[in-house]
């Protein structure tokens, strides 16, 4: 399985970008999958969840209401939107499966950078 993330970028505060994860796996429909993100010294923390059919999100009170999770089970691809942006938003975002699920390899993730 390979997950491989793109999107990402130097963006100024207020400002959107739309990240995307291309899963090389055939079971992609039939999981949940979740958007990730590491700040610099920081642990690995969930952002946004997805069920299988996109029916269900959930987001970390942190973006709640600024970023929208979706996918497109026909091309095995999540997305995260992501609008007005905030400094602390600077992170190298992932996608995976849930937290509770055995995690696929996680791929190089996507940098997204926020200037003030």
């Known amino acids: 399985v390979q997950l491989v993330e793109s999107g990402g970028g130097l963006v100024q505060a207020g400002g959107s970008l739309i990240l995307s994860c291309s899963a090389s796996?055939?079971?992609?429909?039939?999981?949940?999958m979740c958007w990730y993100r590491q700040a610099p010294g920081k642990q690995r923390e969930l952002v946004a969840a997805?069920?299988?059919?996109?029916?269900?999100?959930n987001y970390a009170d942190s973006v709640k209401g600024r970023f929208t999770i979706s996918r497109d089970n026909a091309k095995n691809t999540l997305y995260l939107q992501m609008n007005s942006l905030k400094p602390e938003d600077t992170a190298v975002y992932y996608c995976?499966?849930?937290?509770?699920?055995?995690?696929?390899?996680w791929g190089q993730g996507t940098q997204v950078t926020v200037s003030s």
């Open positions: 796996v055939s079971t992609f429909s039939i999981n949940a």
């Open positions: 995976n499966r849930e937290p509770t699920a055995r995690q696929f390899n």
């Open positions: 997805i069920t299988s059919g996109g029916g269900s999100t």
